[in-house]
């Protein structure tokens, strides 16, 4: 079964709780949001972790649905083989993500998802990413 440190999630920010844990499907989420919102390269442990997505969004590349469900479409890909690469044997095996993101702003990024698991159970995942104010 899935196993990692709980993340919590407050006032916008996320940091991890060292004290709990999660397990079976809320660790699954919780890897498959880490993956998207973390910038592909940025990892030193995993550099092919990541997407492009929200640094896509930035820099103003998603200027219509069209091209926003082509970032999508690239980021569940690129998160669905990184897991699948990455699973151990006790990890909960999924068999394919779908998303699609909205443009909220030119600073936030709301990203809904698909995930099927290989046993058929499905689940929902909706994801806000937005830029840190200065």
Do not use: W
């Amino acid at each position: 079964m899935n196993k990692g440190l709980k993340l919590d999630f407050i006032d916008g920010k996320v940091s991890l709780n060292i004290n709990e844990t999660v397990d079976g499907y809320v660790s699954v989420i919780q890897s498959i949001s880490m993956a998207i919102a973390t910038t592909k390269g940025s990892d030193k442990i995993y550099p092919d972790k990541g997407t492009v997505i929200f640094e896509s969004a930035l820099k103003g590349k998603l200027v219509d649905e069209q091209s926003a469900q082509h970032e999508s479409t690239f980021a569940g890909l690129q998160t669905l083989f990184f897991l699948q690469r990455v699973k151990t044997d006790s990890t909960k095996s999924i068999s394919d993500l779908s998303l699609v993101s909205q443009i909220l702003s030119g600073q936030m990024l709301d990203i809904k998802g698909n995930v099927i698991f290989a046993d058929g159970d499905e689940l929902n995942l909706e994801l806000a990413l937005a830029a840190e104010s200065t």
